[in-house]
């Protein structure tokens, strides 16, 4: 079974940090890019960050260039999102995404399979 699990979403101040993982079971996950998507309430769902397959190319939204860091191992089947000087804005749950394919992809409707996200909540 495809599976994406999304964990360390919680309550943090604003200028705090947080890193997110995202485990992957049921496929091999050197095939597949993967994205950071999140969805703030009342808002569509967007695209944070997301990285290749083999994890050498990256992409940020612009809002999360310098504050967020996308990695992942392959061989431990976990994609990462590092956050840091949170701001309330960044408030959402975030989930990750795979999608088939090397290039890293953010489009939402182009992404495979979900997991069923996690929670960050900034505030003070």
């Known amino acids: 079974q495809l599976q994406l699990v999304e964990s360390g979403g919680g309550l943090v101040q604003p200028g705090g940090s947080l890193r997110l993982s995202c485990a992957a079971s049921g496929f091999t996950l050197d095939f597949y890019a993967i994205g950071w998507f999140r969805q ?18 990256t992409t940020y939204a612009d809002s999360e260039k310098g504050r967020f860091t996308i990695s992942r191992d392959n061989a431990k089947k976990m994609v ?8 309330p804005l960044d408030t959402a749950v975030y989930f990750c995404a795979a999608r088939a394919t090397v ?19 900034v505030s003070s």
Not at 40 to 57: D, L
Not at 113 to 121: A, C, I, N, P, Q
């Open 40 to 57: 703030a309430p009342g808002k569509e769902r967007e695209g944070v960050s997301c990285i290749s397959s083999s994890g050498s190319t």
């Open 80 to 87: 990462y999102l590092q956050m840091n000087r949170l701001k």
């Open 103 to 121: 290039q890293p992809s953010c489009v939402d409707s182009a992404m495979n399979f979900w997991g069923k996200g996690t929670l960050v909540t």
